[in-house]
T-cell receptor, first 115, second 113 residues
Framework: DAGVTQSPTHLIKTRGQHVTLRCSPI?????VSWYQQVLGQGPQFIFQ???????GRGNFPDRFSARQFPNYSSELNVNALLLGDSALYLC??????????????FGEGSRLTVL | GQQLNQSPQSMFIQEGEDVSMNCTSS?????WLWYKQDPGEGPVLLIA?????ELTSNGRLTAQFGITRKDSFLNISASIPSDVGIYFC?????????????FGTGTLLAVQP
């Protein structure tokens, strides 16, 4: 069975550019969450989407946006990139919106480097 | 952003030794999760806990949901070289419909053969 798949795996951008990261959840999972993991730290919650609706947003600026498509895949967009946006961006899928069972299963991430 | 207090920060042990790490929060959680992350990869779920006092095992791993709902620990028995990695605790707060997990600061485990 395919797990959570993310693309691209690595990318390099310059300050001010825009980036789009993509995620396909585990088959049958309807919820996708995005996390940012800066080197040496634990992941930080950015967004959760369930059934194409935003269900939660972390403490990130409006430059960060996301959406979920009818097939439950998702995109994370970041505008006006800053050096501090360099991080591993993780997508996680779960069966439902939360509660039991609500474990998150993570993809391998997209490593973004901003120069 | 908010992160849970996880200790120890790092551990360097010999193969065969037992390992214990814990995580504390100022908030009450209704779910505790433990993940392992290898370099360049995403976190992999090890154990999920849903009730205060719950003790759950997964092979050589045992984790407990603290009675106060503000802490959790993970034990690894008879460590082997493939246990090397970074271990993260994560908690989900009471209420809400989000899958917002708050992660710990991580414990780096090194196992010497």
């Amino acid at each position: 069975d395919a797990g959570v798949t993310q693309s691209p795996t690595h990318l390099i951008k310059t300050r001010g550019q825009h980036v789009t990261l993509r995620c396909s959840p585990i088959s049958g999972h309807k919820s996708v969450s995005w996390y940012q993991q800066v080197l040496g730290q634990g992941p930080q919650f950015i967004f959760q989407y369930y059934e194409k609706e935003e269900r939660g947003r972390g403490n990130f600026p409006d430059r960060f946006s996301a959406r979920q498509f009818p097939n439950y895949s998702s995109e994370l967009n970041v505008n006006a990139l800053l050096l501090g946006d360099s991080a591993l961006y993780l997508c996680a899928s779960s069966l439902g919106a939360g509660g039991v069972p609500g474990e998150l299963f993570f993809g391998e991430g997209s490593r973004l480097t901003v120069l | 952003g908010q992160q849970l207090n996880q200790s120890p920060q790092s551990m360097f042990i010999q193969e065969g030794e037992d390992v214990s790490m814990n995580c504390t929060s100022s908030s009450i959680f209704n779910t505790w999760l433990w993940y392992k992350q290898d370099p360049g990869e995403g976190p992999v779920l090890l154990i999920a806990l849903y009730k205060a006092g719950e003790l759950t095992s997964n092979g050589r791993l045992t984790a407990q949901f603290g009675i106060t709902r503000k802490d959790s620990f993970l034990n690894i028995s008879a460590s082997i070289p493939s246990d090397v990695g970074i271990y993260f605790c994560a908690g989900r707060t009471v209420g809400g419909a989000t899958n917002k997990l708050i992660f710990g600061t991580g414990t780096l485990l090194a196992v010497q053969p």
